[in-house]
């Protein structure tokens, strides 16, 4: 028995492994998450079936009441909504860590009959470790739900979270200690405590990290969560856990470093430097400063005839056409160019958006062909023979300041080199800066013309100016 189920953690293993890779490319990702999904049913009925103490009626019923919660909440939740169910789950997960560490640390000083429970070093630290890792991605988690959500404010006092984590370490380091070579009277209570500690630090800890930065957090949460599984997986000896613990763990870190790398900043900073409009923005009468009287303001009628004559267009969506919804509107005009036989594809910068991925599944819902969407460092190059680049409410992601200007917060970020496009037509609202809360030097460059307005709106006038060329 034991075999078979050790061969079920390699299966599951490999569809894993294999899920993952698919992810990688928008085509073979649909695929890439059923085989995931298979590896996980197999892991968890092996593992359910691994300690031989549940029947299998339980486990059935416990897979379809998952199942059909897991099932209902993601017909549900709206595309816009997923960075808040992602880091809900990763929550779920990380809790799950906890409560099966907890009750595993319960379990055996029962067996040991209280009195003579010395556990070992290594099962002890992942035990801690566990504990930890969960109780953080629990309620770090779910303070991160509010933020995406708009609930939770960015935090003033920053100093105290910092202080408060700093205490919380320091008990949970000495309650650790009593706890595993102490042989406390009231183990329990104390473990409790311990655990309380480290809700509390979940929380302390991604308080004053700025609403914007979250899913940064929520990926770095999310190899938390795997971190947690795997501890809880050295507990229960569980090669199943600690393999698919290790792959989440891991897979979250390599996420979050991509992501710093594309922002041009360090882990660090995204944790502990607070939310970064505060640290880096400007005022708004500076900002509008920096534009007065610069702007070559343009309107849809302008935009159509030049559309009608170009033959190389290049779409480049940012965080504006997230909150515009206006992926549907930017399908349209891209096929009729396409009708018109103009070439047409779609710039995607890596952080573009709130979330990794945003564009891609912004533009995947319109159904815009996969082939169309291309990354930065190979649209880069094709910019100097595009005719048309508009730019729908993106302003970070494609800031020149990122490569000319060592004094600029985004500098040494890798942007869409857009400007060195033929005519750029920015669309946006007014003059907000990004993210970034900084001024952006393509809006005022010679070869720009801006189209004030929401996107979705702009493109549809755009649309109907085309109609009747
Ligand atoms: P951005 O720099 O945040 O700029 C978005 C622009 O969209 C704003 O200037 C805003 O200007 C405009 N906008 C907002 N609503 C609009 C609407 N309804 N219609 C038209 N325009 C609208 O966006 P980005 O270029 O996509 O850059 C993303 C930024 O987020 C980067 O700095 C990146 O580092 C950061 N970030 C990304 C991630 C990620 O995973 N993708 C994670 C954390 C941080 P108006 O208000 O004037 O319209």
Redesign the pocket.
Known sequence: MQTLINFCYLIAAVLFIYGIKGMTLPKTAVRGNQLSALGMLIAVVAALADHNVISYGYIALGLAIGATIGVVMAKRVQMTEMPEMVAALNGFGGGASLMVAAASYLEAQKLENLVNFVPSLDWSVALIFGILTGAVTLTGSFVAVGKLMGKVGDAKQVKLYKAIVKLGFAILLAGSIYLVYGNPLHAELLLLALIVVCLILGVCLVMPIGG?????VVSLLNSYSGLAGSAAGFVLANNGLIITGSLVGASGLILTSI?CK??N?SLVNVLFGGS?AAQAGVSKSENDAFYEGKVKVSSADEVAMLLDSASRVVFV?????A??Q?QHATRELASMLQKKGAVVKYAI????????G?MNVLLAEAEVPYDQLVEMDTINPEFPQTDVAIV????????PAASKDPASP?YG?PILDVHNSKTVVV??????????GIPNELFIRDNSLMVN????K?LQDIIAAMKDL
């Open positions: 914007a930065d979250m899913p940064v992501m594309a922002m900043r970064m969506p940012g965080y504006g056409l909150v515009a206006a910068h890596p952080v573009a958006g709130r979330m990794p945003h729908l409410g993106a302003n970070d992601v494609v800031n985004i970020m669309v946006k609202r007014g003059l907000s800066p990004g993210f970034a307005g929401d996107a979705k702009v």
